[in-house]
């Protein structure tokens, strides 16, 4: 398995400012990605974070405003750009680890709320 | 639009029963298929996984049933305990990016 790590834990922002999320695994992984859950709700990918190469997002999330960068095999940052109320929700990293190279192990997740 | 639909949507137990939540799938492209586990402001945990070669796969109390021809999967909670108290997620996997279902809470009444 891996363990992951993200700062911060939980932030409160203004509209229209901009958070970096960081991402950090103790080992180094393949592939890492980026998901949000709503409070109470399901996860969703955003985007696939590619080593040395751009950013594989889903459909419905666009890098001017979630662009992400992956400087390495153990780290990641996700910016959430220019943000509404909307953007409230709890964002989470992941990395395929493990024994069995479909293991996807998650982060504690990011709180983000905006006023 | 959910690829992975999950049910049911909550379920109560009495503490020692058996706990069984069904997912389904459409697209035949999935090739894993993970269970998660997820408390209160902790991140999702990875509870136990199923490829579709296999039927069923079974860790401790908890034991993945796969029904390939059907496009259905299902975890059952053995024994449950107050601490399975959670919510849990089906995903299934295609290019290893993973589809959530919808989750489902259990409740483990003691």
């Known amino acids: 398995s891996a363990v992951i790590s993200q700062k911060p834990s939980r932030d409160i922002c203004q509209r229209g400012t901009s958070l970096t999320i960081q991402c950090q695994v103790d080992?180094?992984?393949?592939?890492m990605f980026w998901y949000r859950q709503q409070p109470g709700q399901s996860l969703t990918l955003i985007a696939t974070?590619?080593?040395?190469?751009?950013?594989?997002?889903e459909s419905g999330f666009v890098i001017d405003k979630f662009p992400i960068s992956r400087p390495n095999l153990t780290f990641s940052t996700l910016t959430v750009s220019n943000m509404s109320p909307e953007d409230s929700s709890i964002y989470l990293c992941s990395a395929l680890a493990g024994t069995a190279v479909y293991e996807q192990y998650f982060g504690p997740g990011t709180r983000l709320t905006v006023t | 639009q959910q690829q992975v639909k999950q049910s049911p949507q909550s379920l109560i137990v009495q503490k020692g029963g058996i706990s069984i939540i069904n997912c389904a799938y459409e697209n035949t492209a999935f090739d894993y298929f993970p269970w998660y586990q997820q408390f209160p402001g902790k991140g999702p945990a990875l509870l136990i996984a199923i490829r579709p070669d296999v039927s069923e796969k079974k860790e401790g109390r908890f034991t993945i049933s796969f029904n390939k021809s059907a496009k259905q999967f299902s975890l059952h909670i053995m024994d449950s305990q107050p601490g399975d108290s959670a919510t849990y997620f089906c995903?299934?996997?295609?290019?290893?990016?993973?589809?959530f279902g919808a989750g489902t809470t259990v409740t483990v009444r003691a």
């Open positions: 080992s180094q992984v393949t592939m």
């Open positions: 974070a590619n080593q040395g190469s751009e950013a594989t997002y």
């Open positions: 995903a299934a996997s295609n290019d290893y990016k993973l589809s």
